[in-house]
């Protein structure tokens, strides 16, 4: 069998498996043919009970099952862990939020940059600095998945993806109405807690956050490739792979602080309780945090972004924080209601489904449509 044939899952079979079991049951896997994606697998909070599903395949060619503890590649819920770890050297006096960050990186942001642009401003995505991303993966311009494969096992430094960011044309003036959302924010930050701390970001978000937090499966990975039960990682790269590569093995040195994360399901309802809770940050700086300016995603859409948080309001439900997170083949959804109450984090192993069309909007994909009734039925119940 063809291995595109084989890419089917109902995700709106995982509805049930999130929404229905009570307590701590697990789901079993149903894998019916619908919306295309191999694997689902997440975690529902509310009023002190939890659901646990998960549904479809981690792996097509033997079919083994995904399962809710999985861990799994976070991509940009990263962003969270490195802001809280900012906020927390800001309250210990070691970081200015509205210095300028040429005080802190002159190096890396020297001149009349370095001097506009705050730390505020790179948590928040208003610096006008551009992403990186299309400089170190230079295929994706010309619609090629090379750079994918090039950049398997390269390790790139913080500094070589920050200069790349820096020398492409600015998004915007810093400090703009709107920001425009950029990586290269975050590979600063990390290097920012480096300068402050005198060791590595990793250990900093990992002592400051991961620890504090109390979570077991969370952390920064070692080496290409995860550590634990985790599912194949599936990239379509917008129907330029077709079949679907698998991406899990991965050197995660392009994105560093700003995605590289590895987690699960339970440490991120775990996270984002605690930090909405103020058990990570203090109360002033999660007002801050929360403080939301509009910024253009990489998708082009308009998003409330705070300092590595996003806000979402959902209709009829409620007001939610927290962040999404897509990586090569990993895609992860992570929100919080403002209170606390209602949680849910879920998980994909396919990302970039939907093809793109110069002509136009291409119709709602069946994996969109999905996802939505998923995460509608898990923040807002039936």
Not at 15 to 37: D, F, I, K, R, Y
Not at 39 to 45: A, I, K
Not at 121 to 149: E, H, W
Not at 236 to 263: E, F, H, I, K
Request: aromatic content about 6%.
């Amino acid at each position: 069998m063809k291995l595109r044939s084989k890419i089917r899952l109902a995700l709106v079979t995982g509805v049930a498996a999130l929404t229905a079991c009570a307590g701590t049951v697990e789901a079993a896997p149903a894998p019916h043919p619908q919306a295309g994606v191999p694997g689902v697998f997440g975690e529902v909070r509310d009023h002190g009970r939890t659901w646990r599903g998960a549904s479809g395949v981690a792996d097509l060619a033997t079919g083994r099952p995904v399962s809710p503890g999985m861990r799994q590649r976070v991509g940009s819920i990263t962003k969270t862990f490195t802001a809280a770890a900012v906020m927390r050297q800001a309250e210990r006096g070691r970081i200015r939020l509205d210095a300028p960050v040429g005080d802190y990186l002159p190096d890396l942001v020297p001149g009349e940059r370095g001097r506009k642009i705050t730390v505020r401003m790179l948590l928040n995505n208003t610096s006008g600095i551009p992403d990186y991303i299309p400089y170190a993966f230079p295929s994706l311009q010309r619609n090629s998945p090379t750079s994918l494969d090039d950049n398997r096992f390269r390790e790139f430094s913080p500094d070589e993806l920050i200069a790349l960011g820096l020398a492409a044309p600015p998004t915007g003036e810093p400090g703009g109405p709107v920001g425009v959302y950029s990586n290269t924010n975050w590979l600063l930050l990390g290097r920012l807690l480096e300068r402050v701390t005198g060791t590595t970001a990793e250990r900093v978000i990992t002592r400051d956050v991961i620890e504090r937090a109390g979570l077991r499966h969370t952390g920064f990975p070692d080496g290409p490739t995860i550590d634990g039960p985790h599912a194949r990682m599936y990239e379509s790269l917008w129907g330029l792979l077709d079949p679907p590569r698998d991406y899990s093995v991965y050197n995660m040195s392009w994105t560093g602080t700003g995605a590289a994360l590895v987690s699960t399901m339970d440490d991120l309802n775990r996270f984002y309780a605690r930090l909405l809770d103020g058990g990570i940050v203090s109360r002033a700086s999660l007002a801050q945090m929360q403080r939301t300016v509009p910024v253009r995603a990489l998708d082009g859409t308009m998003i409330e972004y705070g300092l590595g948080l996003h806000k979402v309001v959902v209709p009829g439900c409620g007001t939610f924080w927290g962040h999404d997170g897509t990586v090569w083949g990993a895609g992860t959804l992570s929100l919080t209601r403002a209170d606390g109450r209602r949680q849910m984090s879920i998980a994909v192993n396919l990302q970039r489904w939907s093809p793109r069309d110069a002509r136009g909007p291409l119709p709602p994909h069946p994996i969109d449509t999905a996802l939505k009734t998923l995460s509608d039925r898990s923040l807002c119940g039936a």
